[in-house]
């Protein structure tokens, strides 16, 4: 069974920083990875998706790696702004179920 | 396109009544699936389908029960709901089951069940 973890559950940075967020998963077989921003109240939007045979991804400031044969993947926030406070959430498509299997997410806050 | 629609955005239930969160997609999508999303337990599947006709379950689908007539809707529905169920619910689709494609949600329904 195939379960997702993040870790920290909560982080909070001063602006400007560099910062790392974990996600680790438990089965290698997953067809790709996504990274998900959720704010207050509000629905997830897709930031990043990493496909299996990938090993990085970028968009703007944010850079997501994936390490299938360690069973981990990395969002990597370049120079944090305060409007990038947020829950962020990883999640594995397992190619044996294609069920979208979510972790628990890290919820970000960047003070001014 | 309007991607994927969620109503009603928020509902006040008893436990024991019945409804039906509602989720729709102008996509063109194969794939809907149903999430509920609790404090401290990340999203859980409920149910899935992987195209009209087509439904199954997911980690939790107790309670819950889904239909697929047709490619756009993908209805949920409580029959005797619980203050268990007490939860953000999320409908969210891709074009095509099981392969590297983006995943879209909805803005999410939230429930309480007095």
């Known amino acids: 069974k195939q379960e997702v973890t993040q870790i920290p559950a909560a982080l909070s940075v001063p602006e400007g920083e560099n910062l790392v967020l974990n996600c680790s998963f438990t089965d290698s077989a997953i067809y790709n990875l996504q990274w998900f921003r959720q704010d207050p109240g509000k629905g997830l939007t897709s930031l990043l998706l990493?496909?299996?045979?990938?090993r990085e991804q970028t968009s703007g400031r944010l850079n997501a790696s994936l390490d299938k044969s360690s069973g981990r993947s990395t969002l990597y926030i370049a120079a944090s702004q305060p409007g990038d406070s947020a829950t962020y959430l990883c999640a594995a498509i397992s190619s044996n179920t294609g069920k979208l299997i979510f972790g628990q997410g890290t919820t970000l806050q960047v003070k001014p | 396109n309007a991607g994927v629609t969620q109503t009603p955005k928020f509902q006040v239930l008893k436990t024991g009544q019945s409804m039906t969160l509602q989720c729709a997609q102008d996509m063109n999508h194969e794939y809907m699936s149903w999430y509920r999303q609790d404090p401290g337990m990340g999203l859980r599947l409920i149910h899935y389908s992987v195209g009209a006709g087509i439904t199954d379950q997911g980690e939790v689908p107790n309670g819950y029960n889904v239909s697929r007539s047709t490619t756009e809707d993908f209805p949920l529905r409580l029959l005797s709901a619980a203050p268990s169920q007490t939860s953000v619910y999320f409908c969210a689709s891709r074009r095509i089951p099981g392969t590297q494609e983006t995943q879209y949600f909805g803005p999410g329904t939230r429930l309480l069940v007095l």
């Open positions: 990493i496909q299996s045979s990938q």
